[in-house]
């Protein structure tokens, strides 16, 4: 799908696909030619997100704690929040290059900490699943695990070139890596989880040049084997589902939809929401979308999500512009790993999709969740400044050798 952004048509040829060198070539003829605007314009809506989320945060503890608390958690939420910035500029100096050679490595240890989730005295049990290791701090290794994903797969796809699509050296490790990690998730228990990292992985794969036939049945198999298992063996599963088709009901979804449902225009106004002191539980986490709709109603959802069109758009801008082919299906695998994030967390808020404790990025409360959206959305900015930096050095090559061959006037 994007060999034509790493090197034209030709290279597009070179890797794979009957499928992917048509859309290739469409890449090829729409592709930016400036990744410098595109990554400016994705940097400042995060910037507009992590503003909107401190806002968010800092209401929600006005009404909920008390005065010593409250000034402690701004001072953490500013320090969280600038701690995201930090992240995203260092991740961008560093980009999806700067990782690659470390990549066996940072798989090999997201497995560890995967593991290391059931080890007694390190993995935290929080509400029956077991999802947190505490290692000084609290980290939900699933999340660090699905960038590193997606990056080794990348670097995998381009490493094999032409011989993506052998069974034995493309596919069948691409999968076998995948589903280890995609079963440790599953096994926390987390089925959502499980099932963003899938369509994450896949999608990478398919950019990346693996023929569609080979990443749709895979996928498909994976999806429904993975949704089996966690209906048989985890009841949860079993009564999200019923929620969702409304056959039970559960307090928390029905509050958080109506929240949005009769909002009106302009909310409650802000801190004016009184979902949180009836005991209304995760509000400014897994539901921070239900508190955007009941605060700031209509205009505030529609502002919210046209910030979230907007990361995509430009997400996808600079995706579209960037020219080495292992940054740029990077890029695409991290911008959809954020955007599908949302996505979820969305449509579970409102009554969309089953429920599924997921945060909304940037906006929720949450250090992992916070921290590793910005590594992803500085990796995506490190691959545009690669390129940024690749054109002006050939633009002023170019420049050069005009000024080397320019003909002489004689007097």
């Not at 032409?162 to 926390?188: E, H, K, S, Y």
């Not at 559960?250 to 909002?263: F, I, P, Y």
């Amino acid at each position: 799908m994007l060999a034509a952004v790493g090197g034209g048509r030709a290279a597009s040829t070179a890797v794979r696909g009957e499928g992917q060198l048509d859309f290739g070539g469409f890449l090829d003829r729409m592709g930016e030619r400036d990744v410098t605007g595109p990554a400016r314009g994705l940097f400042g809506v995060v910037l507009a997100l992590l503003g909107a989320g401190f806002l968010l945060q800092v209401g929600h503890a006005a009404t909920v704690m008390g005065t010593a608390e409250f000034h402690a958690h701004v001072v953490a939420e500013l320090v969280m929040r600038a701690l995201a910035i930090v992240v995203i500029l260092v991740a961008a100096r560093i980009g999806p290059s700067g990782l690659r050679p470390f990549l066996p490595l940072l798989v090999t240890l997201s497995l560890v900490a995967l593991f290391c989730v059931f080890v007694p005295g390190i993995g935290v049990n929080l509400n029956g699943a077991r999802r947190w290791i505490h290692v000084g701090i609290s980290v939900q290794p699933s999340e660090v695990a699905r960038v590193v994903l997606i990056l080794w797969l990348a670097h995998y796809c381009v490493a094999l070139g032409p011989r993506i699509d052998t069974v034995r050296r493309g596919l069948a490790r691409m999968m076998g890596v995948t589903m280890t990690i995609a079963g440790l998730v599953l096994v926390q228990p987390d089925l959502g989880g499980t099932l963003v990292l899938l369509i994450c992985a896949c999608a990478t794969m398919w950019t990346g040049g693996v023929a569609t036939s080979r990443v749709a049945l895979p996928f498909f198999g994976l999806s429904v084997g993975a949704f089996a298992l966690a209906v048989t063996g985890q009841g949860y599963v079993s009564g999200r589902l019923a929620m969702w088709l409304d056959r039970t009901q559960n307090a928390q979804v029905n509050e958080a939809v109506g929240a949005l449902a009769t909002s009106g225009p302009f909310g409650a106004g802000y801190t004016g929401g009184v979902l949180r002191n009836l005991g209304f539980s995760y509000q400014n986490s897994d539901f921070a979308f239900s508190f955007v709709g009941e605060e700031l109603g209509w205009a505030g959802v529609v502002g919210l999500i046209a910030l979230l069109v907007a990361f995509l758009w430009y997400g996808a801008r600079v995706v579209l512009a960037v020219r080495d082919r292992f940054d740029a299906v990077c890029a695409f695998g991290l911008t959809l790993s954020v955007a599908f994030q949302a996505v979820v967390h969305v449509g579970v808020v409102s009554g969309l999709m089953p429920p599924k404790g997921m945060t909304l990025p940037f906006l929720s409360s949450g250090g992992t969740s916070l921290l590793v959206s910005s590594l992803t959305v500085g990796l995506v900015l490190g691959a545009a400044r690669r390129t940024a930096r690749r054109q002006a050095d050939d633009l002023g090559s170019a420049d050069a050798s005009t000024t080397v061959h320019a003909p002489t006037t004689s007097a």
